[in-house]
């Protein structure tokens, strides 16, 4: 990967940065999962900030996470429609797609 690649992506680095750190935070697994999307992931937008490569990925977590037809609270609604195991698997995507985001940075 290039440095400019970097740059290019660096704002949806730090948003799943900041999304992984919400995960590891304390709360349970449905407030982490809720934060992380809320206060980072759903500030991206597939087209500028994610690597086209990326987008598929991108776009699962998203449906994932706004699969509720709720007017208000729509990601709260469908992280708490989600069983313990749907939400690991969220997670995981999450993690992975930060790993993969990673994978954009200079290397020294």
């Given at each position: 990967?290039?440095?400019?690649?970097?740059?290019?992506?660096?704002?949806?680095?730090?948003?799943?940065?900041?999304?992984?750190?919400?995960?590891?935070?304390?709360?349970?697994?449905?407030?982490?999962?809720?934060?992380?999307?809320?206060?980072?992931?759903?500030?991206?937008?597939?087209?500028?900030?994610?690597?086209?490569?990326?987008?598929?990925?991108?776009?699962?977590?998203?449906?994932?996470?706004?699969?509720?037809?709720?007017?208000?609270?729509?990601?709260?609604?469908a992280v708490n429609a989600?069983?313990?195991?749907?939400?690991?698997?969220?997670?995981?995507?999450?993690?992975?797609?930060?790993?993969?985001?990673?994978?954009?940075?200079?290397?020294?």
């Amino acid at each position: 990967m290039m440095v400019d690649d970097f740059f290019k992506y660096r704002y949806a680095w730090e948003k799943f940065h900041s999304a992984v750190l919400s995960l590891a935070g304390e709360g349970s697994i449905q407030e982490r999962l809720e934060n992380a999307y809320v206060f980072s992931i759903i500030h991206l937008r597939r087209d500028n900030d994610i690597p086209e490569e990326l987008h598929d990925d991108f776009e699962e977590i998203v449906a994932l996470m706004t699969a509720s037809n709720a007017a208000e609270g729509r990601v709260n609604a469908a992280v708490n429609a989600m069983d313990e195991l749907e939400r690991s698997s969220v997670v995981g995507k999450i993690i992975g797609l930060y790993d993969s985001l990673c994978r954009y940075m200079p290397k020294h």
